[in-house]
């Protein structure tokens, strides 16, 4: 820090001291005394009190021109290790401050470390208290495990992502959802869901669905025809008729085809119906073999379309009832013995069907009942069957 300093100088004369107004190059040397810090200001001289501009903190030696006046010895001036309000300074040692520091700088307090005042003190920053640890400190950190007490209020939305757990409430080892829901989609509670009083879709046992391109249930759902047809046949018998309803021909085919289950139940077998769900969507592939039962009136195939193309086999059907059935047969021959139909049209693009011992009323075909005492219209042209 750089002041104006004012040096007395004066002399001797006559046993008193006397103002010395004769010097014109007074020069201020800093140590090491080397070279000219200030010189005296010119005219500016009274009573002996000589003016320094510009004199920075430092020790002195005052020079006449090139030669030291060593009446003067060494003047400090200023204090050399006093903290300035401005410029940058390294300050050593403990400075203990009485009163509240402020930092006004935009960047705030930049430290290494900051330390309690005594080793059981914390430091307190805007009503945060820091201590040893987070834990300690209160502060919930971003990783770790750490016990949170006391109500939280999020008031904007909570993300928990926990790989695969969205979300665990513990409180007794309970998770807990107080309200109950008013928007479609807010998390419900059990009181709510058995508020709802949700009937399970009732199936009957003696009911087993084809659902192609579903999924399995055991002893109700299956997704071909001889899962089916095993599981209906290991429960049918006299007192117990099964049914199986065709849902459709799924996604991937445009028709079911009739496979030997095994194992005993055959392509069919008795005490089951098989039943679609609509005449023209529902549409059986016939095996080139005998389907047959022990006794006409044990077994039915219901409201659904049976296709075998290509021309060349020859289909049976024995002792089976037939209701609502569109058969459409490029063959080179259909055999039906001791069958019953019921509101049928039986198609055959080529060859012939031949019925023997069969009976029935409302049925449409495009070859002969012969003596079969069947209710209906034979001898149709092919081109007149849709």
Same mark, same amino acid.
């Given at each position: ?8 100088? %004066?002399?001797?004369?006559? !046993?008193? &001291? ?5 010097? $014109? ?17 010119? @005219? ?35 204090? =050399? ?11 050593? !040692? ?7 520091? *402020?930092?006004?700088?935009? /960047? ?24 040893? /640890? ?10 770790? #495990?750490?016990?949170?007490? %006391? ?27 107080? =309200? ?13 869901? /058995? ?39 290991? &429960? ?11 849902? !459709?021909? @799924? ?47 044990? #077994?039915?195939?219901?409201?659904? $379309? ?19 059935? &569109?058969?459409?047969? =490029? ?22 069907? $031949? ?7 409302? *049925? ?23």
């Amino acid at each position: 820090m750089a002041i104006t300093y004012k040096l007395t100088v %004066g002399k001797v004369s006559g !046993g008193n &001291f006397q103002p010395d107004n004769a010097y $014109t190059d007074l020069n201020l040397r800093k140590s090491p005394y080397t070279t000219r810090e200030s010189t005296q200001t010119a @005219g500016a001289i009274t009573n002996g009190l000589y003016e320094f501009l510009n004199v920075s903190d430092g020790d002195y030696k005052v020079y006449d021109g090139n030669t030291e006046q060593t009446n003067f010895g060494i003047i400090p001036i200023g204090e =050399d290790q006093a903290v300035t309000i401005t410029g940058n300074q390294t300050v050593a !040692g403990t400075k203990t401050f009485s009163s509240q520091i *402020v930092v006004s700088h935009a /960047d705030g307090l930049k430290a290494d470390k900051i330390v309690g005042y005594t080793s059981a003190a914390a430091v307190n920053i805007a009503g945060i208290s820091l201590n040893t /640890d987070l834990n300690t400190s209160g502060i919930v950190s971003t990783t770790g #495990s750490q016990d949170i007490s %006391g109500a939280k209020r999020i008031t904007t939305s909570l993300n928990i992502d926990s790989s695969g757990a969205i979300l665990n409430i513990e409180a007794g080892g309970i998770g807990i959802i107080e =309200d109950a829901p008013t928007s479609g989609n807010h998390i419900v509670n059990k009181t709510y869901a /058995d508020s709802l009083a949700i009937t399970p879709f009732q199936q009957s046992p003696n009911v087993v669905r084809l659902i192609p391109n579903g999924t399995q249930e055991t002893n109700k759902v299956y997704t071909n025809y001889a899962t089916a047809l095993y599981n209906a046949w290991s &429960f049918a018998d006299s007192t117990r008729r099964m049914t199986i309803m065709v849902e !459709g021909m @799924g996604t991937g085919a445009s028709t079911i085809a009739i496979t030997d289950a095994g194992g005993g139940a055959g392509f069919i077998n008795d005490y089951i119906t098989v039943r679609g769900v609509s005449q023209q969507q529902t549409r059986l592939t016939v095996p080139d073999d005998t389907l047959t039962v022990t006794t006409l009136g044990n #077994s039915s195939f219901e409201n659904l $379309t049976m296709i075998l193309t290509g021309g060349a086999a020859d289909p049976i059907f024995e002792k089976l009832v037939f209701n609502n059935v &569109f058969f459409d047969l =490029d063959v080179n021959s259909v055999t039906f013995t001791n069958c019953e139909f019921r509101n049928c049209t039986v198609k055959i693009t080529t060859g012939s069907p $031949t019925y023997t011992s069969c009976k029935g009323s409302g *049925v449409y075909t495009t070859g002969s009942f012969g003596s079969s005492p069947i209710n209906g219209t034979d001898s149709i042209s092919v081109s007149d069957i849709a």
